[in-house]
């Protein structure tokens, strides 16, 4: 069964602060996506890539970045937190069909 | 972006009944993928399709590329069914982006 594993799982943090949040996949798969997941709203790409060393931007980019350092690793970065920042993120990964997504991280920015 | 409506947003049923949930994209889509996020923020994989109809247990999916849409249908209605389901289309790009519909919250009553 394919695995994707957040870190951690619950943040809090405050505006300003500096957030880096994990993502490993031990799928095998090139490809790899951080969404947020906001009430109201569906899953929304932030950024993703297809392997290590690349980076692609999603629809909603502004205030996030993002560093695939290993195939199975992929880093959410947010350098000055803010109050919109406050989601719900979600890791996948893919071959080239079904997407698997991790548990989620749930971060709060007060 | 707008590339998927779901409907509806919300969705009650009384255990043992059944109703369907319906996206419909705005262009031609690859594929799509329903999934259930559970009361632990879980997304679950329920079905991916690139053509046709799928069957698992009480739950059938659809998906007419030509036609836009996509239907999940569930039928004998359980508690455990309870939550809020996604349906997610896959573009004609290369990387497996998807598109999220903005999801239909189902509350199973006794």
């Known amino acids: 069964e394919a695995a994707v594993t957040q870190s951690p799982r619950n943040k809090v943090t405050v505006t300003g602060g500096n957030v880096t949040l994990s993502c490993r996949q031990t799928n095998s798969h090139n490809y790899m996506y951080w969404y947020r997941q906001d009430t109201g709203h569906g899953l929304r790409l932030i950024h993703y890539s297809y392997g290590a060393g690349n980076l692609q931007i999603g629809d909603v980019p502004d205030g996030y970045k993002a560093t695939r350092t290993t195939q199975e690793d992929f880093f959410l970065l947010l350098e000055l937190a803010s109050p919109s920042q406050t989601s719900l993120y979600f890791c996948a990964s893919s071959d080239t069909t079904e997407v698997f997504f991790g548990k989620g991280t749930r971060l709060t920015v007060v | 972006g707008d590339q998927v409506e779901q409907s509806p947003s919300a969705l009650s049923l009384h255990e043992g009944t059944g109703s369907a949930l319906r996206c419909n994209f705005t262009?031609?889509?690859?594929?799509v993928q329903w999934f259930r996020k559970n009361s632990r923020g879980s997304l679950i994989n329920l079905f991916y399709l690139a053509s046709g109809t799928k069957e698992n247990g009480r739950l059938k999916s659809a998906f007419d590329s030509k036609e836009r849409y996509s239907t999940l249908h569930i039928r004998d209605a359980q508690l455990e069914d309870s939550g809020t389901y996604f349906c997610a289309a896959e573009a004609g790009s290369n990387y497996n982006v998807l598109y999220f519909g903005s999801g239909t919250k189902l509350t199973v009553e006794p």
């Open positions: 262009t031609t889509m690859r594929a």
